[in-house]
Nanobody
Framework: VQLQASGGGLVQAGGSLRLSCAAPEYTFSTSTMGWFRQAPGKEREFVSIISWNGGTTYYRDSVKGRFTISRDNAKNTVYMQMNDLKPDDTAVYYC???????????????WGRGTLVTVSS
Protein backbone atom coordinates (compact mmCIF):
# COMPACT_ATOMS: atom_id res chain seq x y z
CA VAL A 1 0.00 0.00 0.00
CA GLN A 2 1.45 3.32 -1.07
CA LEU A 3 0.82 6.20 1.27
CA GLN A 4 1.94 9.72 0.49
CA ALA A 5 2.28 12.21 3.34
CA SER A 6 2.81 15.91 2.76
CA GLY A 7 2.52 19.28 4.43
CA GLY A 8 5.56 19.39 6.64
CA GLY A 9 7.86 22.37 6.87
CA LEU A 10 9.55 24.91 9.07
CA VAL A 11 7.36 26.98 11.36
CA GLN A 12 7.89 29.17 14.39
CA ALA A 13 6.59 28.15 17.78
CA GLY A 14 2.91 28.96 18.03
CA GLY A 15 2.40 28.47 14.33
CA SER A 16 0.29 25.95 12.43
CA LEU A 17 0.68 23.30 9.77
CA ARG A 18 -1.69 20.85 8.15
CA LEU A 19 -0.44 17.41 7.18
CA SER A 20 -2.14 15.34 4.53
CA CYS A 21 -1.85 11.69 3.60
CA ALA A 22 -3.43 10.02 0.59
CA ALA A 23 -3.98 6.27 0.49
CA PRO A 24 -5.26 3.85 -2.14
CA GLU A 25 -9.03 3.71 -2.33
CA TYR A 26 -9.28 -0.04 -1.84
CA THR A 27 -7.86 0.12 1.66
CA PHE A 28 -8.63 3.60 2.89
CA SER A 29 -12.40 3.66 3.46
CA THR A 30 -12.49 0.68 5.83
CA SER A 31 -9.27 1.30 7.74
CA THR A 32 -8.16 3.17 10.80
CA MET A 33 -5.69 5.88 9.88
CA GLY A 34 -2.97 7.04 12.19
CA TRP A 35 -0.23 9.61 12.52
CA PHE A 36 3.02 8.80 14.24
CA ARG A 37 6.19 10.82 14.66
CA GLN A 38 9.86 10.27 15.30
CA ALA A 39 11.99 13.00 16.79
CA PRO A 40 15.77 13.01 16.35
CA GLY A 41 17.36 10.41 18.58
CA LYS A 42 14.01 9.11 19.82
CA GLU A 43 11.75 6.19 19.05
CA ARG A 44 8.71 6.60 16.86
CA GLU A 45 5.56 7.40 18.85
CA PHE A 46 1.84 7.48 18.31
CA VAL A 47 0.27 10.90 17.76
CA SER A 48 -3.35 10.42 16.69
CA ILE A 49 -5.74 7.94 15.12
CA ILE A 50 -9.14 8.14 13.48
CA SER A 51 -11.65 5.37 12.89
CA TRP A 52 -12.74 4.28 9.43
CA ASN A 53 -15.80 6.53 9.40
CA GLY A 54 -14.21 9.44 11.26
CA GLY A 55 -16.51 8.96 14.21
CA THR A 56 -13.83 8.23 16.78
CA THR A 57 -10.48 9.88 17.32
CA TYR A 58 -7.75 9.52 19.89
CA TYR A 59 -4.67 11.60 20.67
CA ARG A 60 -1.56 11.39 22.75
CA ASP A 61 -1.85 13.67 25.75
CA SER A 62 0.79 16.15 24.67
CA VAL A 63 -1.13 17.14 21.51
CA LYS A 64 -4.68 17.13 22.83
CA GLY A 65 -6.36 20.45 22.19
CA ARG A 66 -3.73 21.45 19.63
CA PHE A 67 -3.89 18.76 16.93
CA THR A 68 -7.00 17.62 15.08
CA ILE A 69 -7.15 14.52 12.90
CA SER A 70 -9.82 14.24 10.22
CA ARG A 71 -10.47 12.27 7.06
CA ASP A 72 -12.24 12.63 3.75
CA ASN A 73 -13.16 9.18 2.50
CA ALA A 74 -14.28 10.60 -0.84
CA LYS A 75 -10.71 11.80 -1.40
CA ASN A 76 -9.01 8.87 0.37
CA THR A 77 -7.11 11.37 2.45
CA VAL A 78 -6.43 11.84 6.14
CA TYR A 79 -5.40 15.17 7.60
CA MET A 80 -3.88 16.43 10.78
CA GLN A 81 -4.25 20.09 11.63
CA MET A 82 -1.50 21.11 14.03
CA ASN A 83 -1.92 24.39 15.90
CA ASP A 84 0.14 26.09 18.58
CA LEU A 85 3.16 24.08 17.54
CA LYS A 86 6.00 23.71 20.02
CA PRO A 87 9.69 22.91 19.50
CA ASP A 88 9.01 19.48 21.07
CA ASP A 89 6.73 18.73 18.10
CA THR A 90 9.75 18.71 15.81
CA ALA A 91 9.86 15.28 14.17
CA VAL A 92 9.33 13.31 11.03
CA TYR A 93 5.61 12.58 10.84
CA TYR A 94 4.31 9.36 9.30
CA CYS A 95 0.83 8.26 8.31
CA UNK A 96 -0.17 4.63 8.55
CA UNK A 97 -3.05 2.23 7.98
CA UNK A 98 -4.46 -0.32 10.41
CA UNK A 99 -7.33 -2.80 10.10
CA UNK A 100 -8.46 -2.13 13.66
CA UNK A 101 -8.83 0.91 15.91
CA UNK A 102 -5.59 0.85 17.87
CA UNK A 103 -2.60 2.94 18.85
CA UNK A 104 -0.28 -0.07 18.76
CA UNK A 105 2.36 0.61 16.14
CA UNK A 106 2.74 -3.07 15.29
CA UNK A 107 -0.89 -3.24 14.16
CA UNK A 108 -0.32 -0.67 11.43
CA UNK A 109 0.34 -2.63 8.26
CA UNK A 110 1.30 0.09 5.81
CA TRP A 111 3.32 3.23 6.24
CA GLY A 112 4.00 6.28 4.15
CA ARG A 113 7.25 8.10 3.80
CA GLY A 114 7.47 10.72 6.46
CA THR A 115 7.23 14.45 6.22
CA LEU A 116 9.51 16.62 8.34
CA VAL A 117 8.06 19.17 10.71
CA THR A 118 10.50 21.59 12.28
CA VAL A 119 9.35 24.05 14.92
CA SER A 120 11.75 26.82 15.83
CA SER A 121 11.67 28.58 19.19
Amino acid sequence: VQLQASGGGLVQAGGSLRLSCAAPEYTFSTSTMGWFRQAPGKEREFVSIISWNGGTTYYRDSVKGRFTISRDNAKNTVYMQMNDLKPDDTAVYYCAVAPIFTTTEESFTSWGRGTLVTVSS
